[in-house]
């Protein structure tokens, strides 16, 4: 579905915005307790020459500072200057945990819980129906970008339905260092744009109230990699060309704490791991308990704990258990 007439004019929020125009339409979704307007800048490129509009999209959660930096330097870069068709870029989807570095909104909903919404609930929901109604029908493709929850640091990765082959072929064409295929969650704005049948990629990388450039690197450079399949990156631009191919994960677990304590990472995030191999340490405050954490099995580490202190029972490490290439 688009809202693209015969006229090349594309129609958004009950604007209209011309071919090789470019525009940036506020979208009103709440009022402060001080009567202040609460606006979501969507930022606008269009071509002159007819072709897809695509949807770039970060701070579902308003902490995921990462997400929104590699859309800040798309625009930033001219990156979201099409060849051909249009860019629609919304750095910050949930303005209200931006403000405050939460991830949830004012209600205390989960934004990504709550797709497609309704017209009549919670704040969120309200926000989640708007969006879904006046936004996503004019997308023919979605980019969304995410981090790691708390102090959980993600290997840069596209996450993906295995059961959509297509979203699986883009998922190679993006080529993150890792590709999760994991299914859609109830809620999420991934299920919500299954429903409507609108290809959506899902970028996860880095955590939360940080920002990593080589994290940014990643979202970046795949972003260039998509639009160029798509034929809408501008001719100004080479097209990265990556080392490597994604590593396809099809299994992975969490290893959880087995004492409290102060943890001291020893890897990398990203890192293949032999079974055994000392990944952490974690001790007592005062010099007496030092337990070694190995790895339970082979695989890469997909997500570390970056938090100083641990519980009993906390997951630390995210390692894969089953390659599709195995």
Known sequence: MTKINEDNILNILGKEVLPGTSTTINFNIAKLYTSTKVEIPI?????????????????????????????????????????????????????????????????????????????????????????????????????????????????????VDPKNERLVGLAKIFNAPFMLLSKNLDGSYRAACAKKEIDILLFEGGKSQNSSKEIAVEGVQG???????????????????PDSNSIVIKKSMWMRARFSGLLHIKIPVGKHVKKGEILATITDPYGKMRHVVK??????????????IVYKGDAIFRITKELVNE
């Open 43 to 159: 930022i606008i490129e269009r071509s002159k020459i007819p072709g897809p509009t695509v949807l770039i999209t970060a701070g579902i959660h308003g902490d995921e500072i990462n997400g929104v930096e590699v859309v800040r330097q798309i625009i930033a870069k001219n990156i979201n200057k099409p060849e051909k068709g249009s860019i629609i870029c919304i750095p910050v989807l949930n303005v209200f945990g931006f403000l405050s570095m939460d991830r949830f909104f004012p209600d205390g909903r989960d934004l990504n819980r709550v797709f497609p919404g309704t017209k009549n609930g919670s704040l969120a929901s309200r926000f989640a129906h708007q969006f879904i109604n006046e936004i996503l029908p004019v997308a023919d493709f979605c980019l969304d970008f995410h981090t790691g929850g708390a102090s959980r640091f993600n290997a840069p990765h596209i996450r």
């Open 223 to 241: 972003t260039m990699r998509i639009l160029n399949y798509l034929n809408m990156l501008h001719s100004d631009f080479v097209t990265p060309i």
């Open 295 to 308: 790895a339970n099995n082979e695989g890469y580490i997909i997500n570390v704990n970056e938090s100083p």
